[in-house]
Structures are given as structure tokens and as C-alpha cells.
């Protein structure tokens, strides 16, 4: 008989939650339109002569180029080091345990 | 054995500390220019890549013939220490032809061999986290094909024309060039040599515990 | 040496009087390559033409896709029929079931490539016929290649987990050099200008992979299976 009453309390706030998250994204969708149909729409014209030629800065590239190499070696050492240390601890444990058995 | 890569990471802290001193110091290259020095760091990389690739394939092919479980476990950190500097190679590489050649990334023999190597030893590693029990065995094959795949990846810039600056750059280097990068290859080289005989305990020691737990559940 | 050549064929014939009774890894693949063929015309051809290189790509990318399918069939049918092991456990080398494998898969691409030149020939307009001897040779020791060390990873994925999506993981990077040297090279015979130095450049080389990738196959083919 319980199967026919209307859905239960958390179903239904459940329910309510998915009705939430569709109006967020169906905001967010338009709020993504709207910023496209900005970046689209030109402000004014400029005549070609007097666009600055465009170079690529090379320090950022290179920074970048650079901070990546620290972060993923640093990265990896310290994993490396964290997983060591806890392999050995877990070592030890059980070590200890396998001793203190055959002593006993 | 700890501490001889406890001693490793000391000096390659220092050198990898002192390394961008050197490379500031070091001239400007005429056409290239500020975004050459990537080349300091981006060629070591590419060195230890091909070191990690090799030591996988040797300890591989020992492992798959002589099933020594050392190998295995060796093969393993070689294999993880390609992808880690090879996904450096990679990375700097493109963020140096962006302002060099003017795009990202070029389909040229080179660069597509490298990155075809840096995939096999990802797949590698894919096939022995996936590839469910015995699956050392199978990606023993796999790193021996990858290692063989590597002179392949050399002969490339002598067999197709590429605009990859050949090899002979390195040997035609100017002093005030070739002393900060010769201190960059021995940096990642002794980075290189900690990390593999680092790696290579944490497998060893994580078979022994589960020995160790098997041997506690008896 | 001999012994194990006629093991192999042996083992080829086994797998081939099987497919000719069923037909289903010829149907099956040959249906694939023309169906990648036409899913890679939809999307490179622009104005009713396909860029230049595209007709000696997709040729190659379409037996890259059927070649991997018919390789997890082959050896996904010795596994359901639990006949692999009977096979391993046969008194012979163990190269020559992997020889056997191998030629009988050879076989088998042969047949859907002769369809898949002629019908990339008539939907691109490449000129197929134009250096036929080079073209075959081309394709014959690309297949090879492929071929060679696909029958080695299937055949070793076998009893893995998850192999259907390994095969091609493990595959692919490892045969991509392979492709590569076979679509330059038939691209150089495709092209306006065709350069059959330049094709046969291409060619020595496809001839040295598969000098290499088939030795180091049969070295590993053993200890691999052998658990």
C-alpha cells in the first residue's frame, strides 16, 4: 500500500533539488550566450595600418616553460617520499606483529 | 641504499637550485633570442626520457627471460620516469616552438616519435594498473617494444627533413652555452639516478609487505 | 626450422578452414574498413574532393581499424572456445602457433585490403594503378608490420582484463611508425607528382620494421605466453 502513496519526503526534496540545478544551468547557459554574443560584437573598426604588430612575449613562455619542470619533479619527489614513508611504516607494523606472534 | 639517494637528491637539489643562475648567465641565442634558454632544461629532459625508456626495455627484457622480480619492479620505475620527464619534454618543447617557429606543435618526425614513445610507456602504464593479475608479464613485452622504438626516434632527424635543430647543435655549442647545459644534463641525470633507485624500493618493499601480510595471515 | 614452418602452417590452415566455414572475420572486417572509409570521406572531403594526402591516410587508417578488429576476434573466438591453451600445450615451438596466427591474419587482411584499394581508388580518384607492384609491396610489409606485433599483444592479452580496450592502447603508439612510413610512402606514389624514389625510401624502411618487429615477436612470444 506504501508503494501508492505519492513520493516520498526525500524524494521529493530530491526532486525539488534536480528542479534547482536544471535553473542553474539553464541560467548559466544563458549567461555563457550573452558573453559570446558580447565578445562577437565589435566596439569599433580599426583601420589595419594601425594595429601594433603583434609579437609574442617570450618571458611568460618561458617562465612557464620553467614552473612546469619544478612543479611536476617536485611533485613527483614528494609523492614518491610520502608513499616510501607509509609502505615503511606499514613494514614495520607488520613486522612487529609477525615478532611479537612468534615470540609468543 | 637509502642513503645514496638521500646523497643523489642532496646534489641534484643543488644543482637543479643553482641551475637558473647559470642559465641567466648565459648568452642569448642570435635568432631566437630569450625563449632558447627553454632549451636548458627542455634537451636534459629528453636525455633522462630516453635513459628511463632504455632502463624499462633492458629491465623488461630481463624480467620476461630471466624473471627476476627486481627487473620487474625496476622496469616499472624506468617506465614511470619516462612518462614523468618525457610529459616534460613535451610540455616545454611546444611552450619554446610557440615563440620559435610560431605554432604549438609540429607533425614532424621528431616530435610525433617522441611523443608515440611517450604514449607506449603510458600505455605501459595503463596495461600494468588495468590489466588485472600477471599483466607484469604483458607489459614486459610492451616495454622492450618501446625501448626498440627509441633509435627509431633518433635517426628520424637524420633520415627526414625536419625543422627540429639537428643534433649537431649540441655539439657545436659556445662555451658560455655548453657549461650551463652540460651542469643541467648531470642535474637531471643524478635526479634521474635517485628517482629510479627510489622507485624501484618503494616496489620492492611494497612486494615484501604483501609477503609480509600473506605471511601474517598464515 | 622446417618443422616449425609446417606447424604454423598447419595452425594458418586451422584458423582459415574455420573462417571459411563462418565467414564471420571476413564480412565483419571487410564491412569496417569501408564503413571507416566512408565515416573519414564525410569528414576530410570538402566541395566533393578530399584534400591531397588524405586518400593514402584514410587507406591506412582503415586497415589499422579492421586489422585491430579482426585481431581481438581471432583470438577472442580461441578464447571462448578454450582452445588457446590447447594450442600452447601442442608439441610444437610456440613460435610456430604464433607464426601461424600471424599468417593466417596476413590472409585474411589481404583479402579486405584488395577490396579496400580499388574502392578508395573509384571514391577518391587515387591513382591506384598507377605504381602497382610498389603500392603491393607497400601495403604487403605494412600489414606485416601491424600485423606482427598485433598478433603478439592479442595473443598475450588473451587472459587480461579489460583486453578489448588494451589491444588498441597498447597497440596503436607501438605500430604508429609503421603507419606512418606506409602512408608517406603511398602518398608519395599518390601524388601529383609521384616520387617513387621517396616511395621506396619509405619502403626500405617499412622493410626494416618488420624485420625488427617480427624478430623481437618471435623472441617474446614464448616467455610471454608462457604462464
Not at chain 2, 629532459?45 to 620487474?72: E, K, N, P
Not at chain 2, 600494468?128 to 622504438?149: I, N, Q, T, Y
Amino acid at each position: 500500500m506504501r508503494v501508492l502513496h505519492s513520493r516520498s519526503r526525500s524524494a521529493r526534496v530530491r526532486g525539488g533539488r534536480s528542479w534547482r540545478q536544471a535553473g542553474v544551468l539553464i541560467a548559466a547557459l544563458l549567461a555563457c550566450g550573452r558573453a559570446l554574443a558580447a565578445q562577437t560584437a565589435q566596439t569599433e573598426f580599426v583601420p589595419a595600418s594601425q594595429v601594433p604588430v603583434e609579437t609574442l612575449p617570450a618571458a611568460p613562455l618561458v617562465f612557464v616553460a620553467y614552473a612546469f619542470v619544478w612543479v611536476a619533479l617536485v611533485a613527483y619527489v614528494f609523492a614518491l617520499w610520502r608513499k616510501l614513508g607509509r609502505v615503511e611504516r606499514e613494514m614495520r607494523q607488520v613486522s612487529d606483529r609477525l615478532e611479537s606472534r612468534r615470540r609468543s | 641504499m637509502n642513503a645514496l639517494v638521500s646523497v643523489l637528491l642532496g646534489i641534484a637539489a643543488v644543482m637543479f637550485a643553482g641551475a637558473p643562475f647559470l642559465i641567466d648567465a648565459a648568452p642569448q641565442e642570435s635568432t631566437m633570442g630569450l625563449v632558447q634558454k627553454i632549451f636548458y632544461f627542455h634537451v636534459p629532459a629528453a636525455m633522462v626520457t630516453f635513459a628511463g625508456a632504455f632502463v624499462c626495455g633492458v629491465a623488461s627484457a630481463v624480467f620476461l627471460w630471466r624473471r627476476r622480480v627486481t627487473a620487474d619492479h625496476v622496469a616499472l620505475a624506468g617506465a614511470e620516469l619516462a612518462v614523468l620527464f618525457g610529459a616534460i619534454v613535451l610540455v616545454t618543447g611546444p611552450l619554446w616552438a610557440r615563440k620559435a617557429w610560431g605554432v604549438w606543435w609540429q607533425w614532424d618526425a621528431r616530435l610525433t616519435i617522441t611523443l608515440v614513445m611517450w604514449m607506449v610507456f603510458v600505455a605501459y602504464l595503463i596495461l600494468r594498473r588495468f590489466g588485472g593479475p600477471g599483466s607484469e608479464v604483458l607489459a614486459a613485452a610492451v616495454g622492450v617494444f618501446g625501448m626498440v622504438l627509441v633509435p627509431f626516434v633518433y635517426l628520424s632527424v637524420e633520415l627526414w627533413r625536419t625543422v627540429h635543430p639537428t643534433t649537431n647543435v649540441i655539439r657545436s655549442l659556445p662555451p658560455e652555452m655548453a657549461w650551463p647545459f652540460r651542469w643541467c644534463v648531470i642535474a637531471f641525470v643524478v635526479l634521474f639516478g635517485a628517482l629510479l633507485l627510489a622507485r624501484t624500493r618503494l616496489e620492492s618493499l611494497r612486494a615484501a609487505l604483501d609477503r609480509a601480510y600473506l605471511a601474517e595471515e598464515d | 626450422m622446417m618443422a616449425v614452418l609446417r606447424a604454423a602452417w598447419l595452425v594458418a590452415q586451422k584458423d582459415l578452414v574455420v573462417e571459411s566455414r563462418s565467414r564471420e572475420l571476413a564480412y565483419t572486417t571487410v564491412f569496417l574498413a569501408v564503413a571507416c572509409v566512408l565515416v573519414f570521406a564525410f569528414a576530410l572531403v570538402r566541395e566533393g574532393r578530399a584534400p591531397d594526402d588524405a586518400p593514402a591516410g584514410i587507406l591506412w587508417v582503415a586497415v589499422a581499424f579492421s586489422g585491430t578488429l579482426a585481431l581481438g576476434r581471432a583470438f577472442e573466438r580461441e578464447r571462448q572456445a578454450e582452445t588457446l591453451r590447447a594450442l600452447l600445450l601442442a608439441p610444437v615451438e610456440r613460435s610456430a602457433v604464433y607464426l601461424g596466427k600471424l599468417l593466417a591474419l596476413l590472409v585474411l587482411m589481404a583479402g579486405v585490403e584488395a577490396i579496400l584499394v580499388p574502392v578508395v581508388g573509384l571514391l577518391f580518384g587515387a591513382p591506384v594503378s598507377r605504381a602497382p607492384v610498389l603500392l603491393l609491396a607497400l601495403l604487403a610489409s605494412g600489414t606485416v608490420g601491424f600485423a606482427a606485433v598485433g598478433t603478439l599483444f592479442a595473443a598475450m592479452l588473451v587472459r587480461a582484463r579489460s583486453r578489448d580496450v588494451l589491444l588498441p592502447v597498447v597497440l596503436y603508439p607501438v605500430a604508429v611508425p609503421v603507419i606512418i612510413a606506409g602512408v608517406r610512402g603511398t602518398a608519395a606514389i599518390f601524388a601529383a607528382e609521384p616520387d617513387v624514389a621517396g616511395a621506396a625510401t619509405w619502403l626500405a624502411l617499412l622493410i626494416l620494421f618488420d624485420a625488427v618487429f617480427v624478430t623481437l615477436a618471435l623472441w617474446t612470444f614464448a616467455p610471454v605466453m608462457s604462464e
